[in-house]
């Protein structure tokens, strides 16, 4: 028998509290996303002690590791509902939303302004993308990112109001610069070097955080060398 201590709000102007939840775990294979699933399909969900409990908001998709939808805090740690397997928690999981961003309810935030933060970046390709055989691997690599906002969630200088848009932007601008024509660079390289070189404090709380298992370091190095020192690949 598991516990689940799961940080509740009603909605976004509600006060907090945390609500345990008991779950026998089916399989060795159970996720976090089977536990919440499985409790929020009881017909009358009651807490720990008995009390009966609204049903747990939260987002997912794809339960694949490949949507970023169920993206919360689990044990202190931003990381994937879907892909945290029980065996690898003690008997007491703590789970809260993401804290970068507007609650929605329970362990649902409201990620917009990282997708807003893209559109505003224009991150897109307007012309076809350049082929390069080095360019290749790091765009690649940069196209995997799921938009979790994992990596903002430890960020310590991303704010959602801020300047600087944090790695969830960084890395599909990394893929565009890797990819765009040099004559279309100017632009782009002015943009990385305002919204994500000059707020990034090289810190790397980022690296090893990425569900997606993006090599962050490297995109960075790669993006600085391309946006920065004009070093093209
Ligand atoms: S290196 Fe540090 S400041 Fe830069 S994006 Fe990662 S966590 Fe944020
Ligand atoms: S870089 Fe990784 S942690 Fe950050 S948003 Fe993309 S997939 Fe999530
Ligand atoms: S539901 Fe898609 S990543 Fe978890």
Not at 24 to 52: F, W, Y
Request: glycine share 4%; charged share 25%; hydrophobic share 40%.
């Amino acid at each position: 028998m598991i516990e689940i201590l799961i940080l509740r709000r009603e909605n976004r102007n509600a006060k907090p509290y945390w609500q345990r939840f008991t779950y026998e775990p089916q399989t060795s294979d159970d996720t976090l996303a089977s536990v919440l699933t499985a409790l929020n399909a009881r017909e009358d969900l009651q807490d720990a002690d008995g009390n009966p409990a609204a049903p747990i908001r939260w987002e997912c998709s794809c339960l694949q590791k490949k949507c970023g939808a169920c993206a919360m805090v689990i044990d202190g740690r931003p990381r994937l509902a879907c892909g945290a397997r029980l065996s690898e928690f003690k008997k007491t999981i703590r789970v809260e939303p993401l804290r970068k961003f507007p609650v929605v309810a329970d362990l649902m935030v409201d990620r917009s302004v990282m997708f807003q933060n893209l559109k505003e970046l224009q991150l897109w390709f307007e012309s076809e993308a350049n082929g390069k055989d080095k360019a290749m691997p790091i765009a690649y690599q940069s196209s995997r990112c799921l938009q979790c906002g994992c990596c903002l969630e430890v960020c310590p200088n991303f704010r959602p109001d801020g300047k600087f848009t944090g790695m969830a932007s960084a890395v599909p601008m990394t893929r565009v610069l890797a990819q765009i024509p040099d004559t279309q660079k100017k632009e782009m390289t002015k943009a990385y070097r305002l919204h994500v070189y000059e707020g990034c404090g090289k810190s790397l709380s980022c690296r090893n955080i990425c569900p997606a298992g993006l090599d962050i370091d490297e995109i960075l190095l790669n993006s600085n060398a391309i946006a920065v020192w004009k070093r093209f690949l």
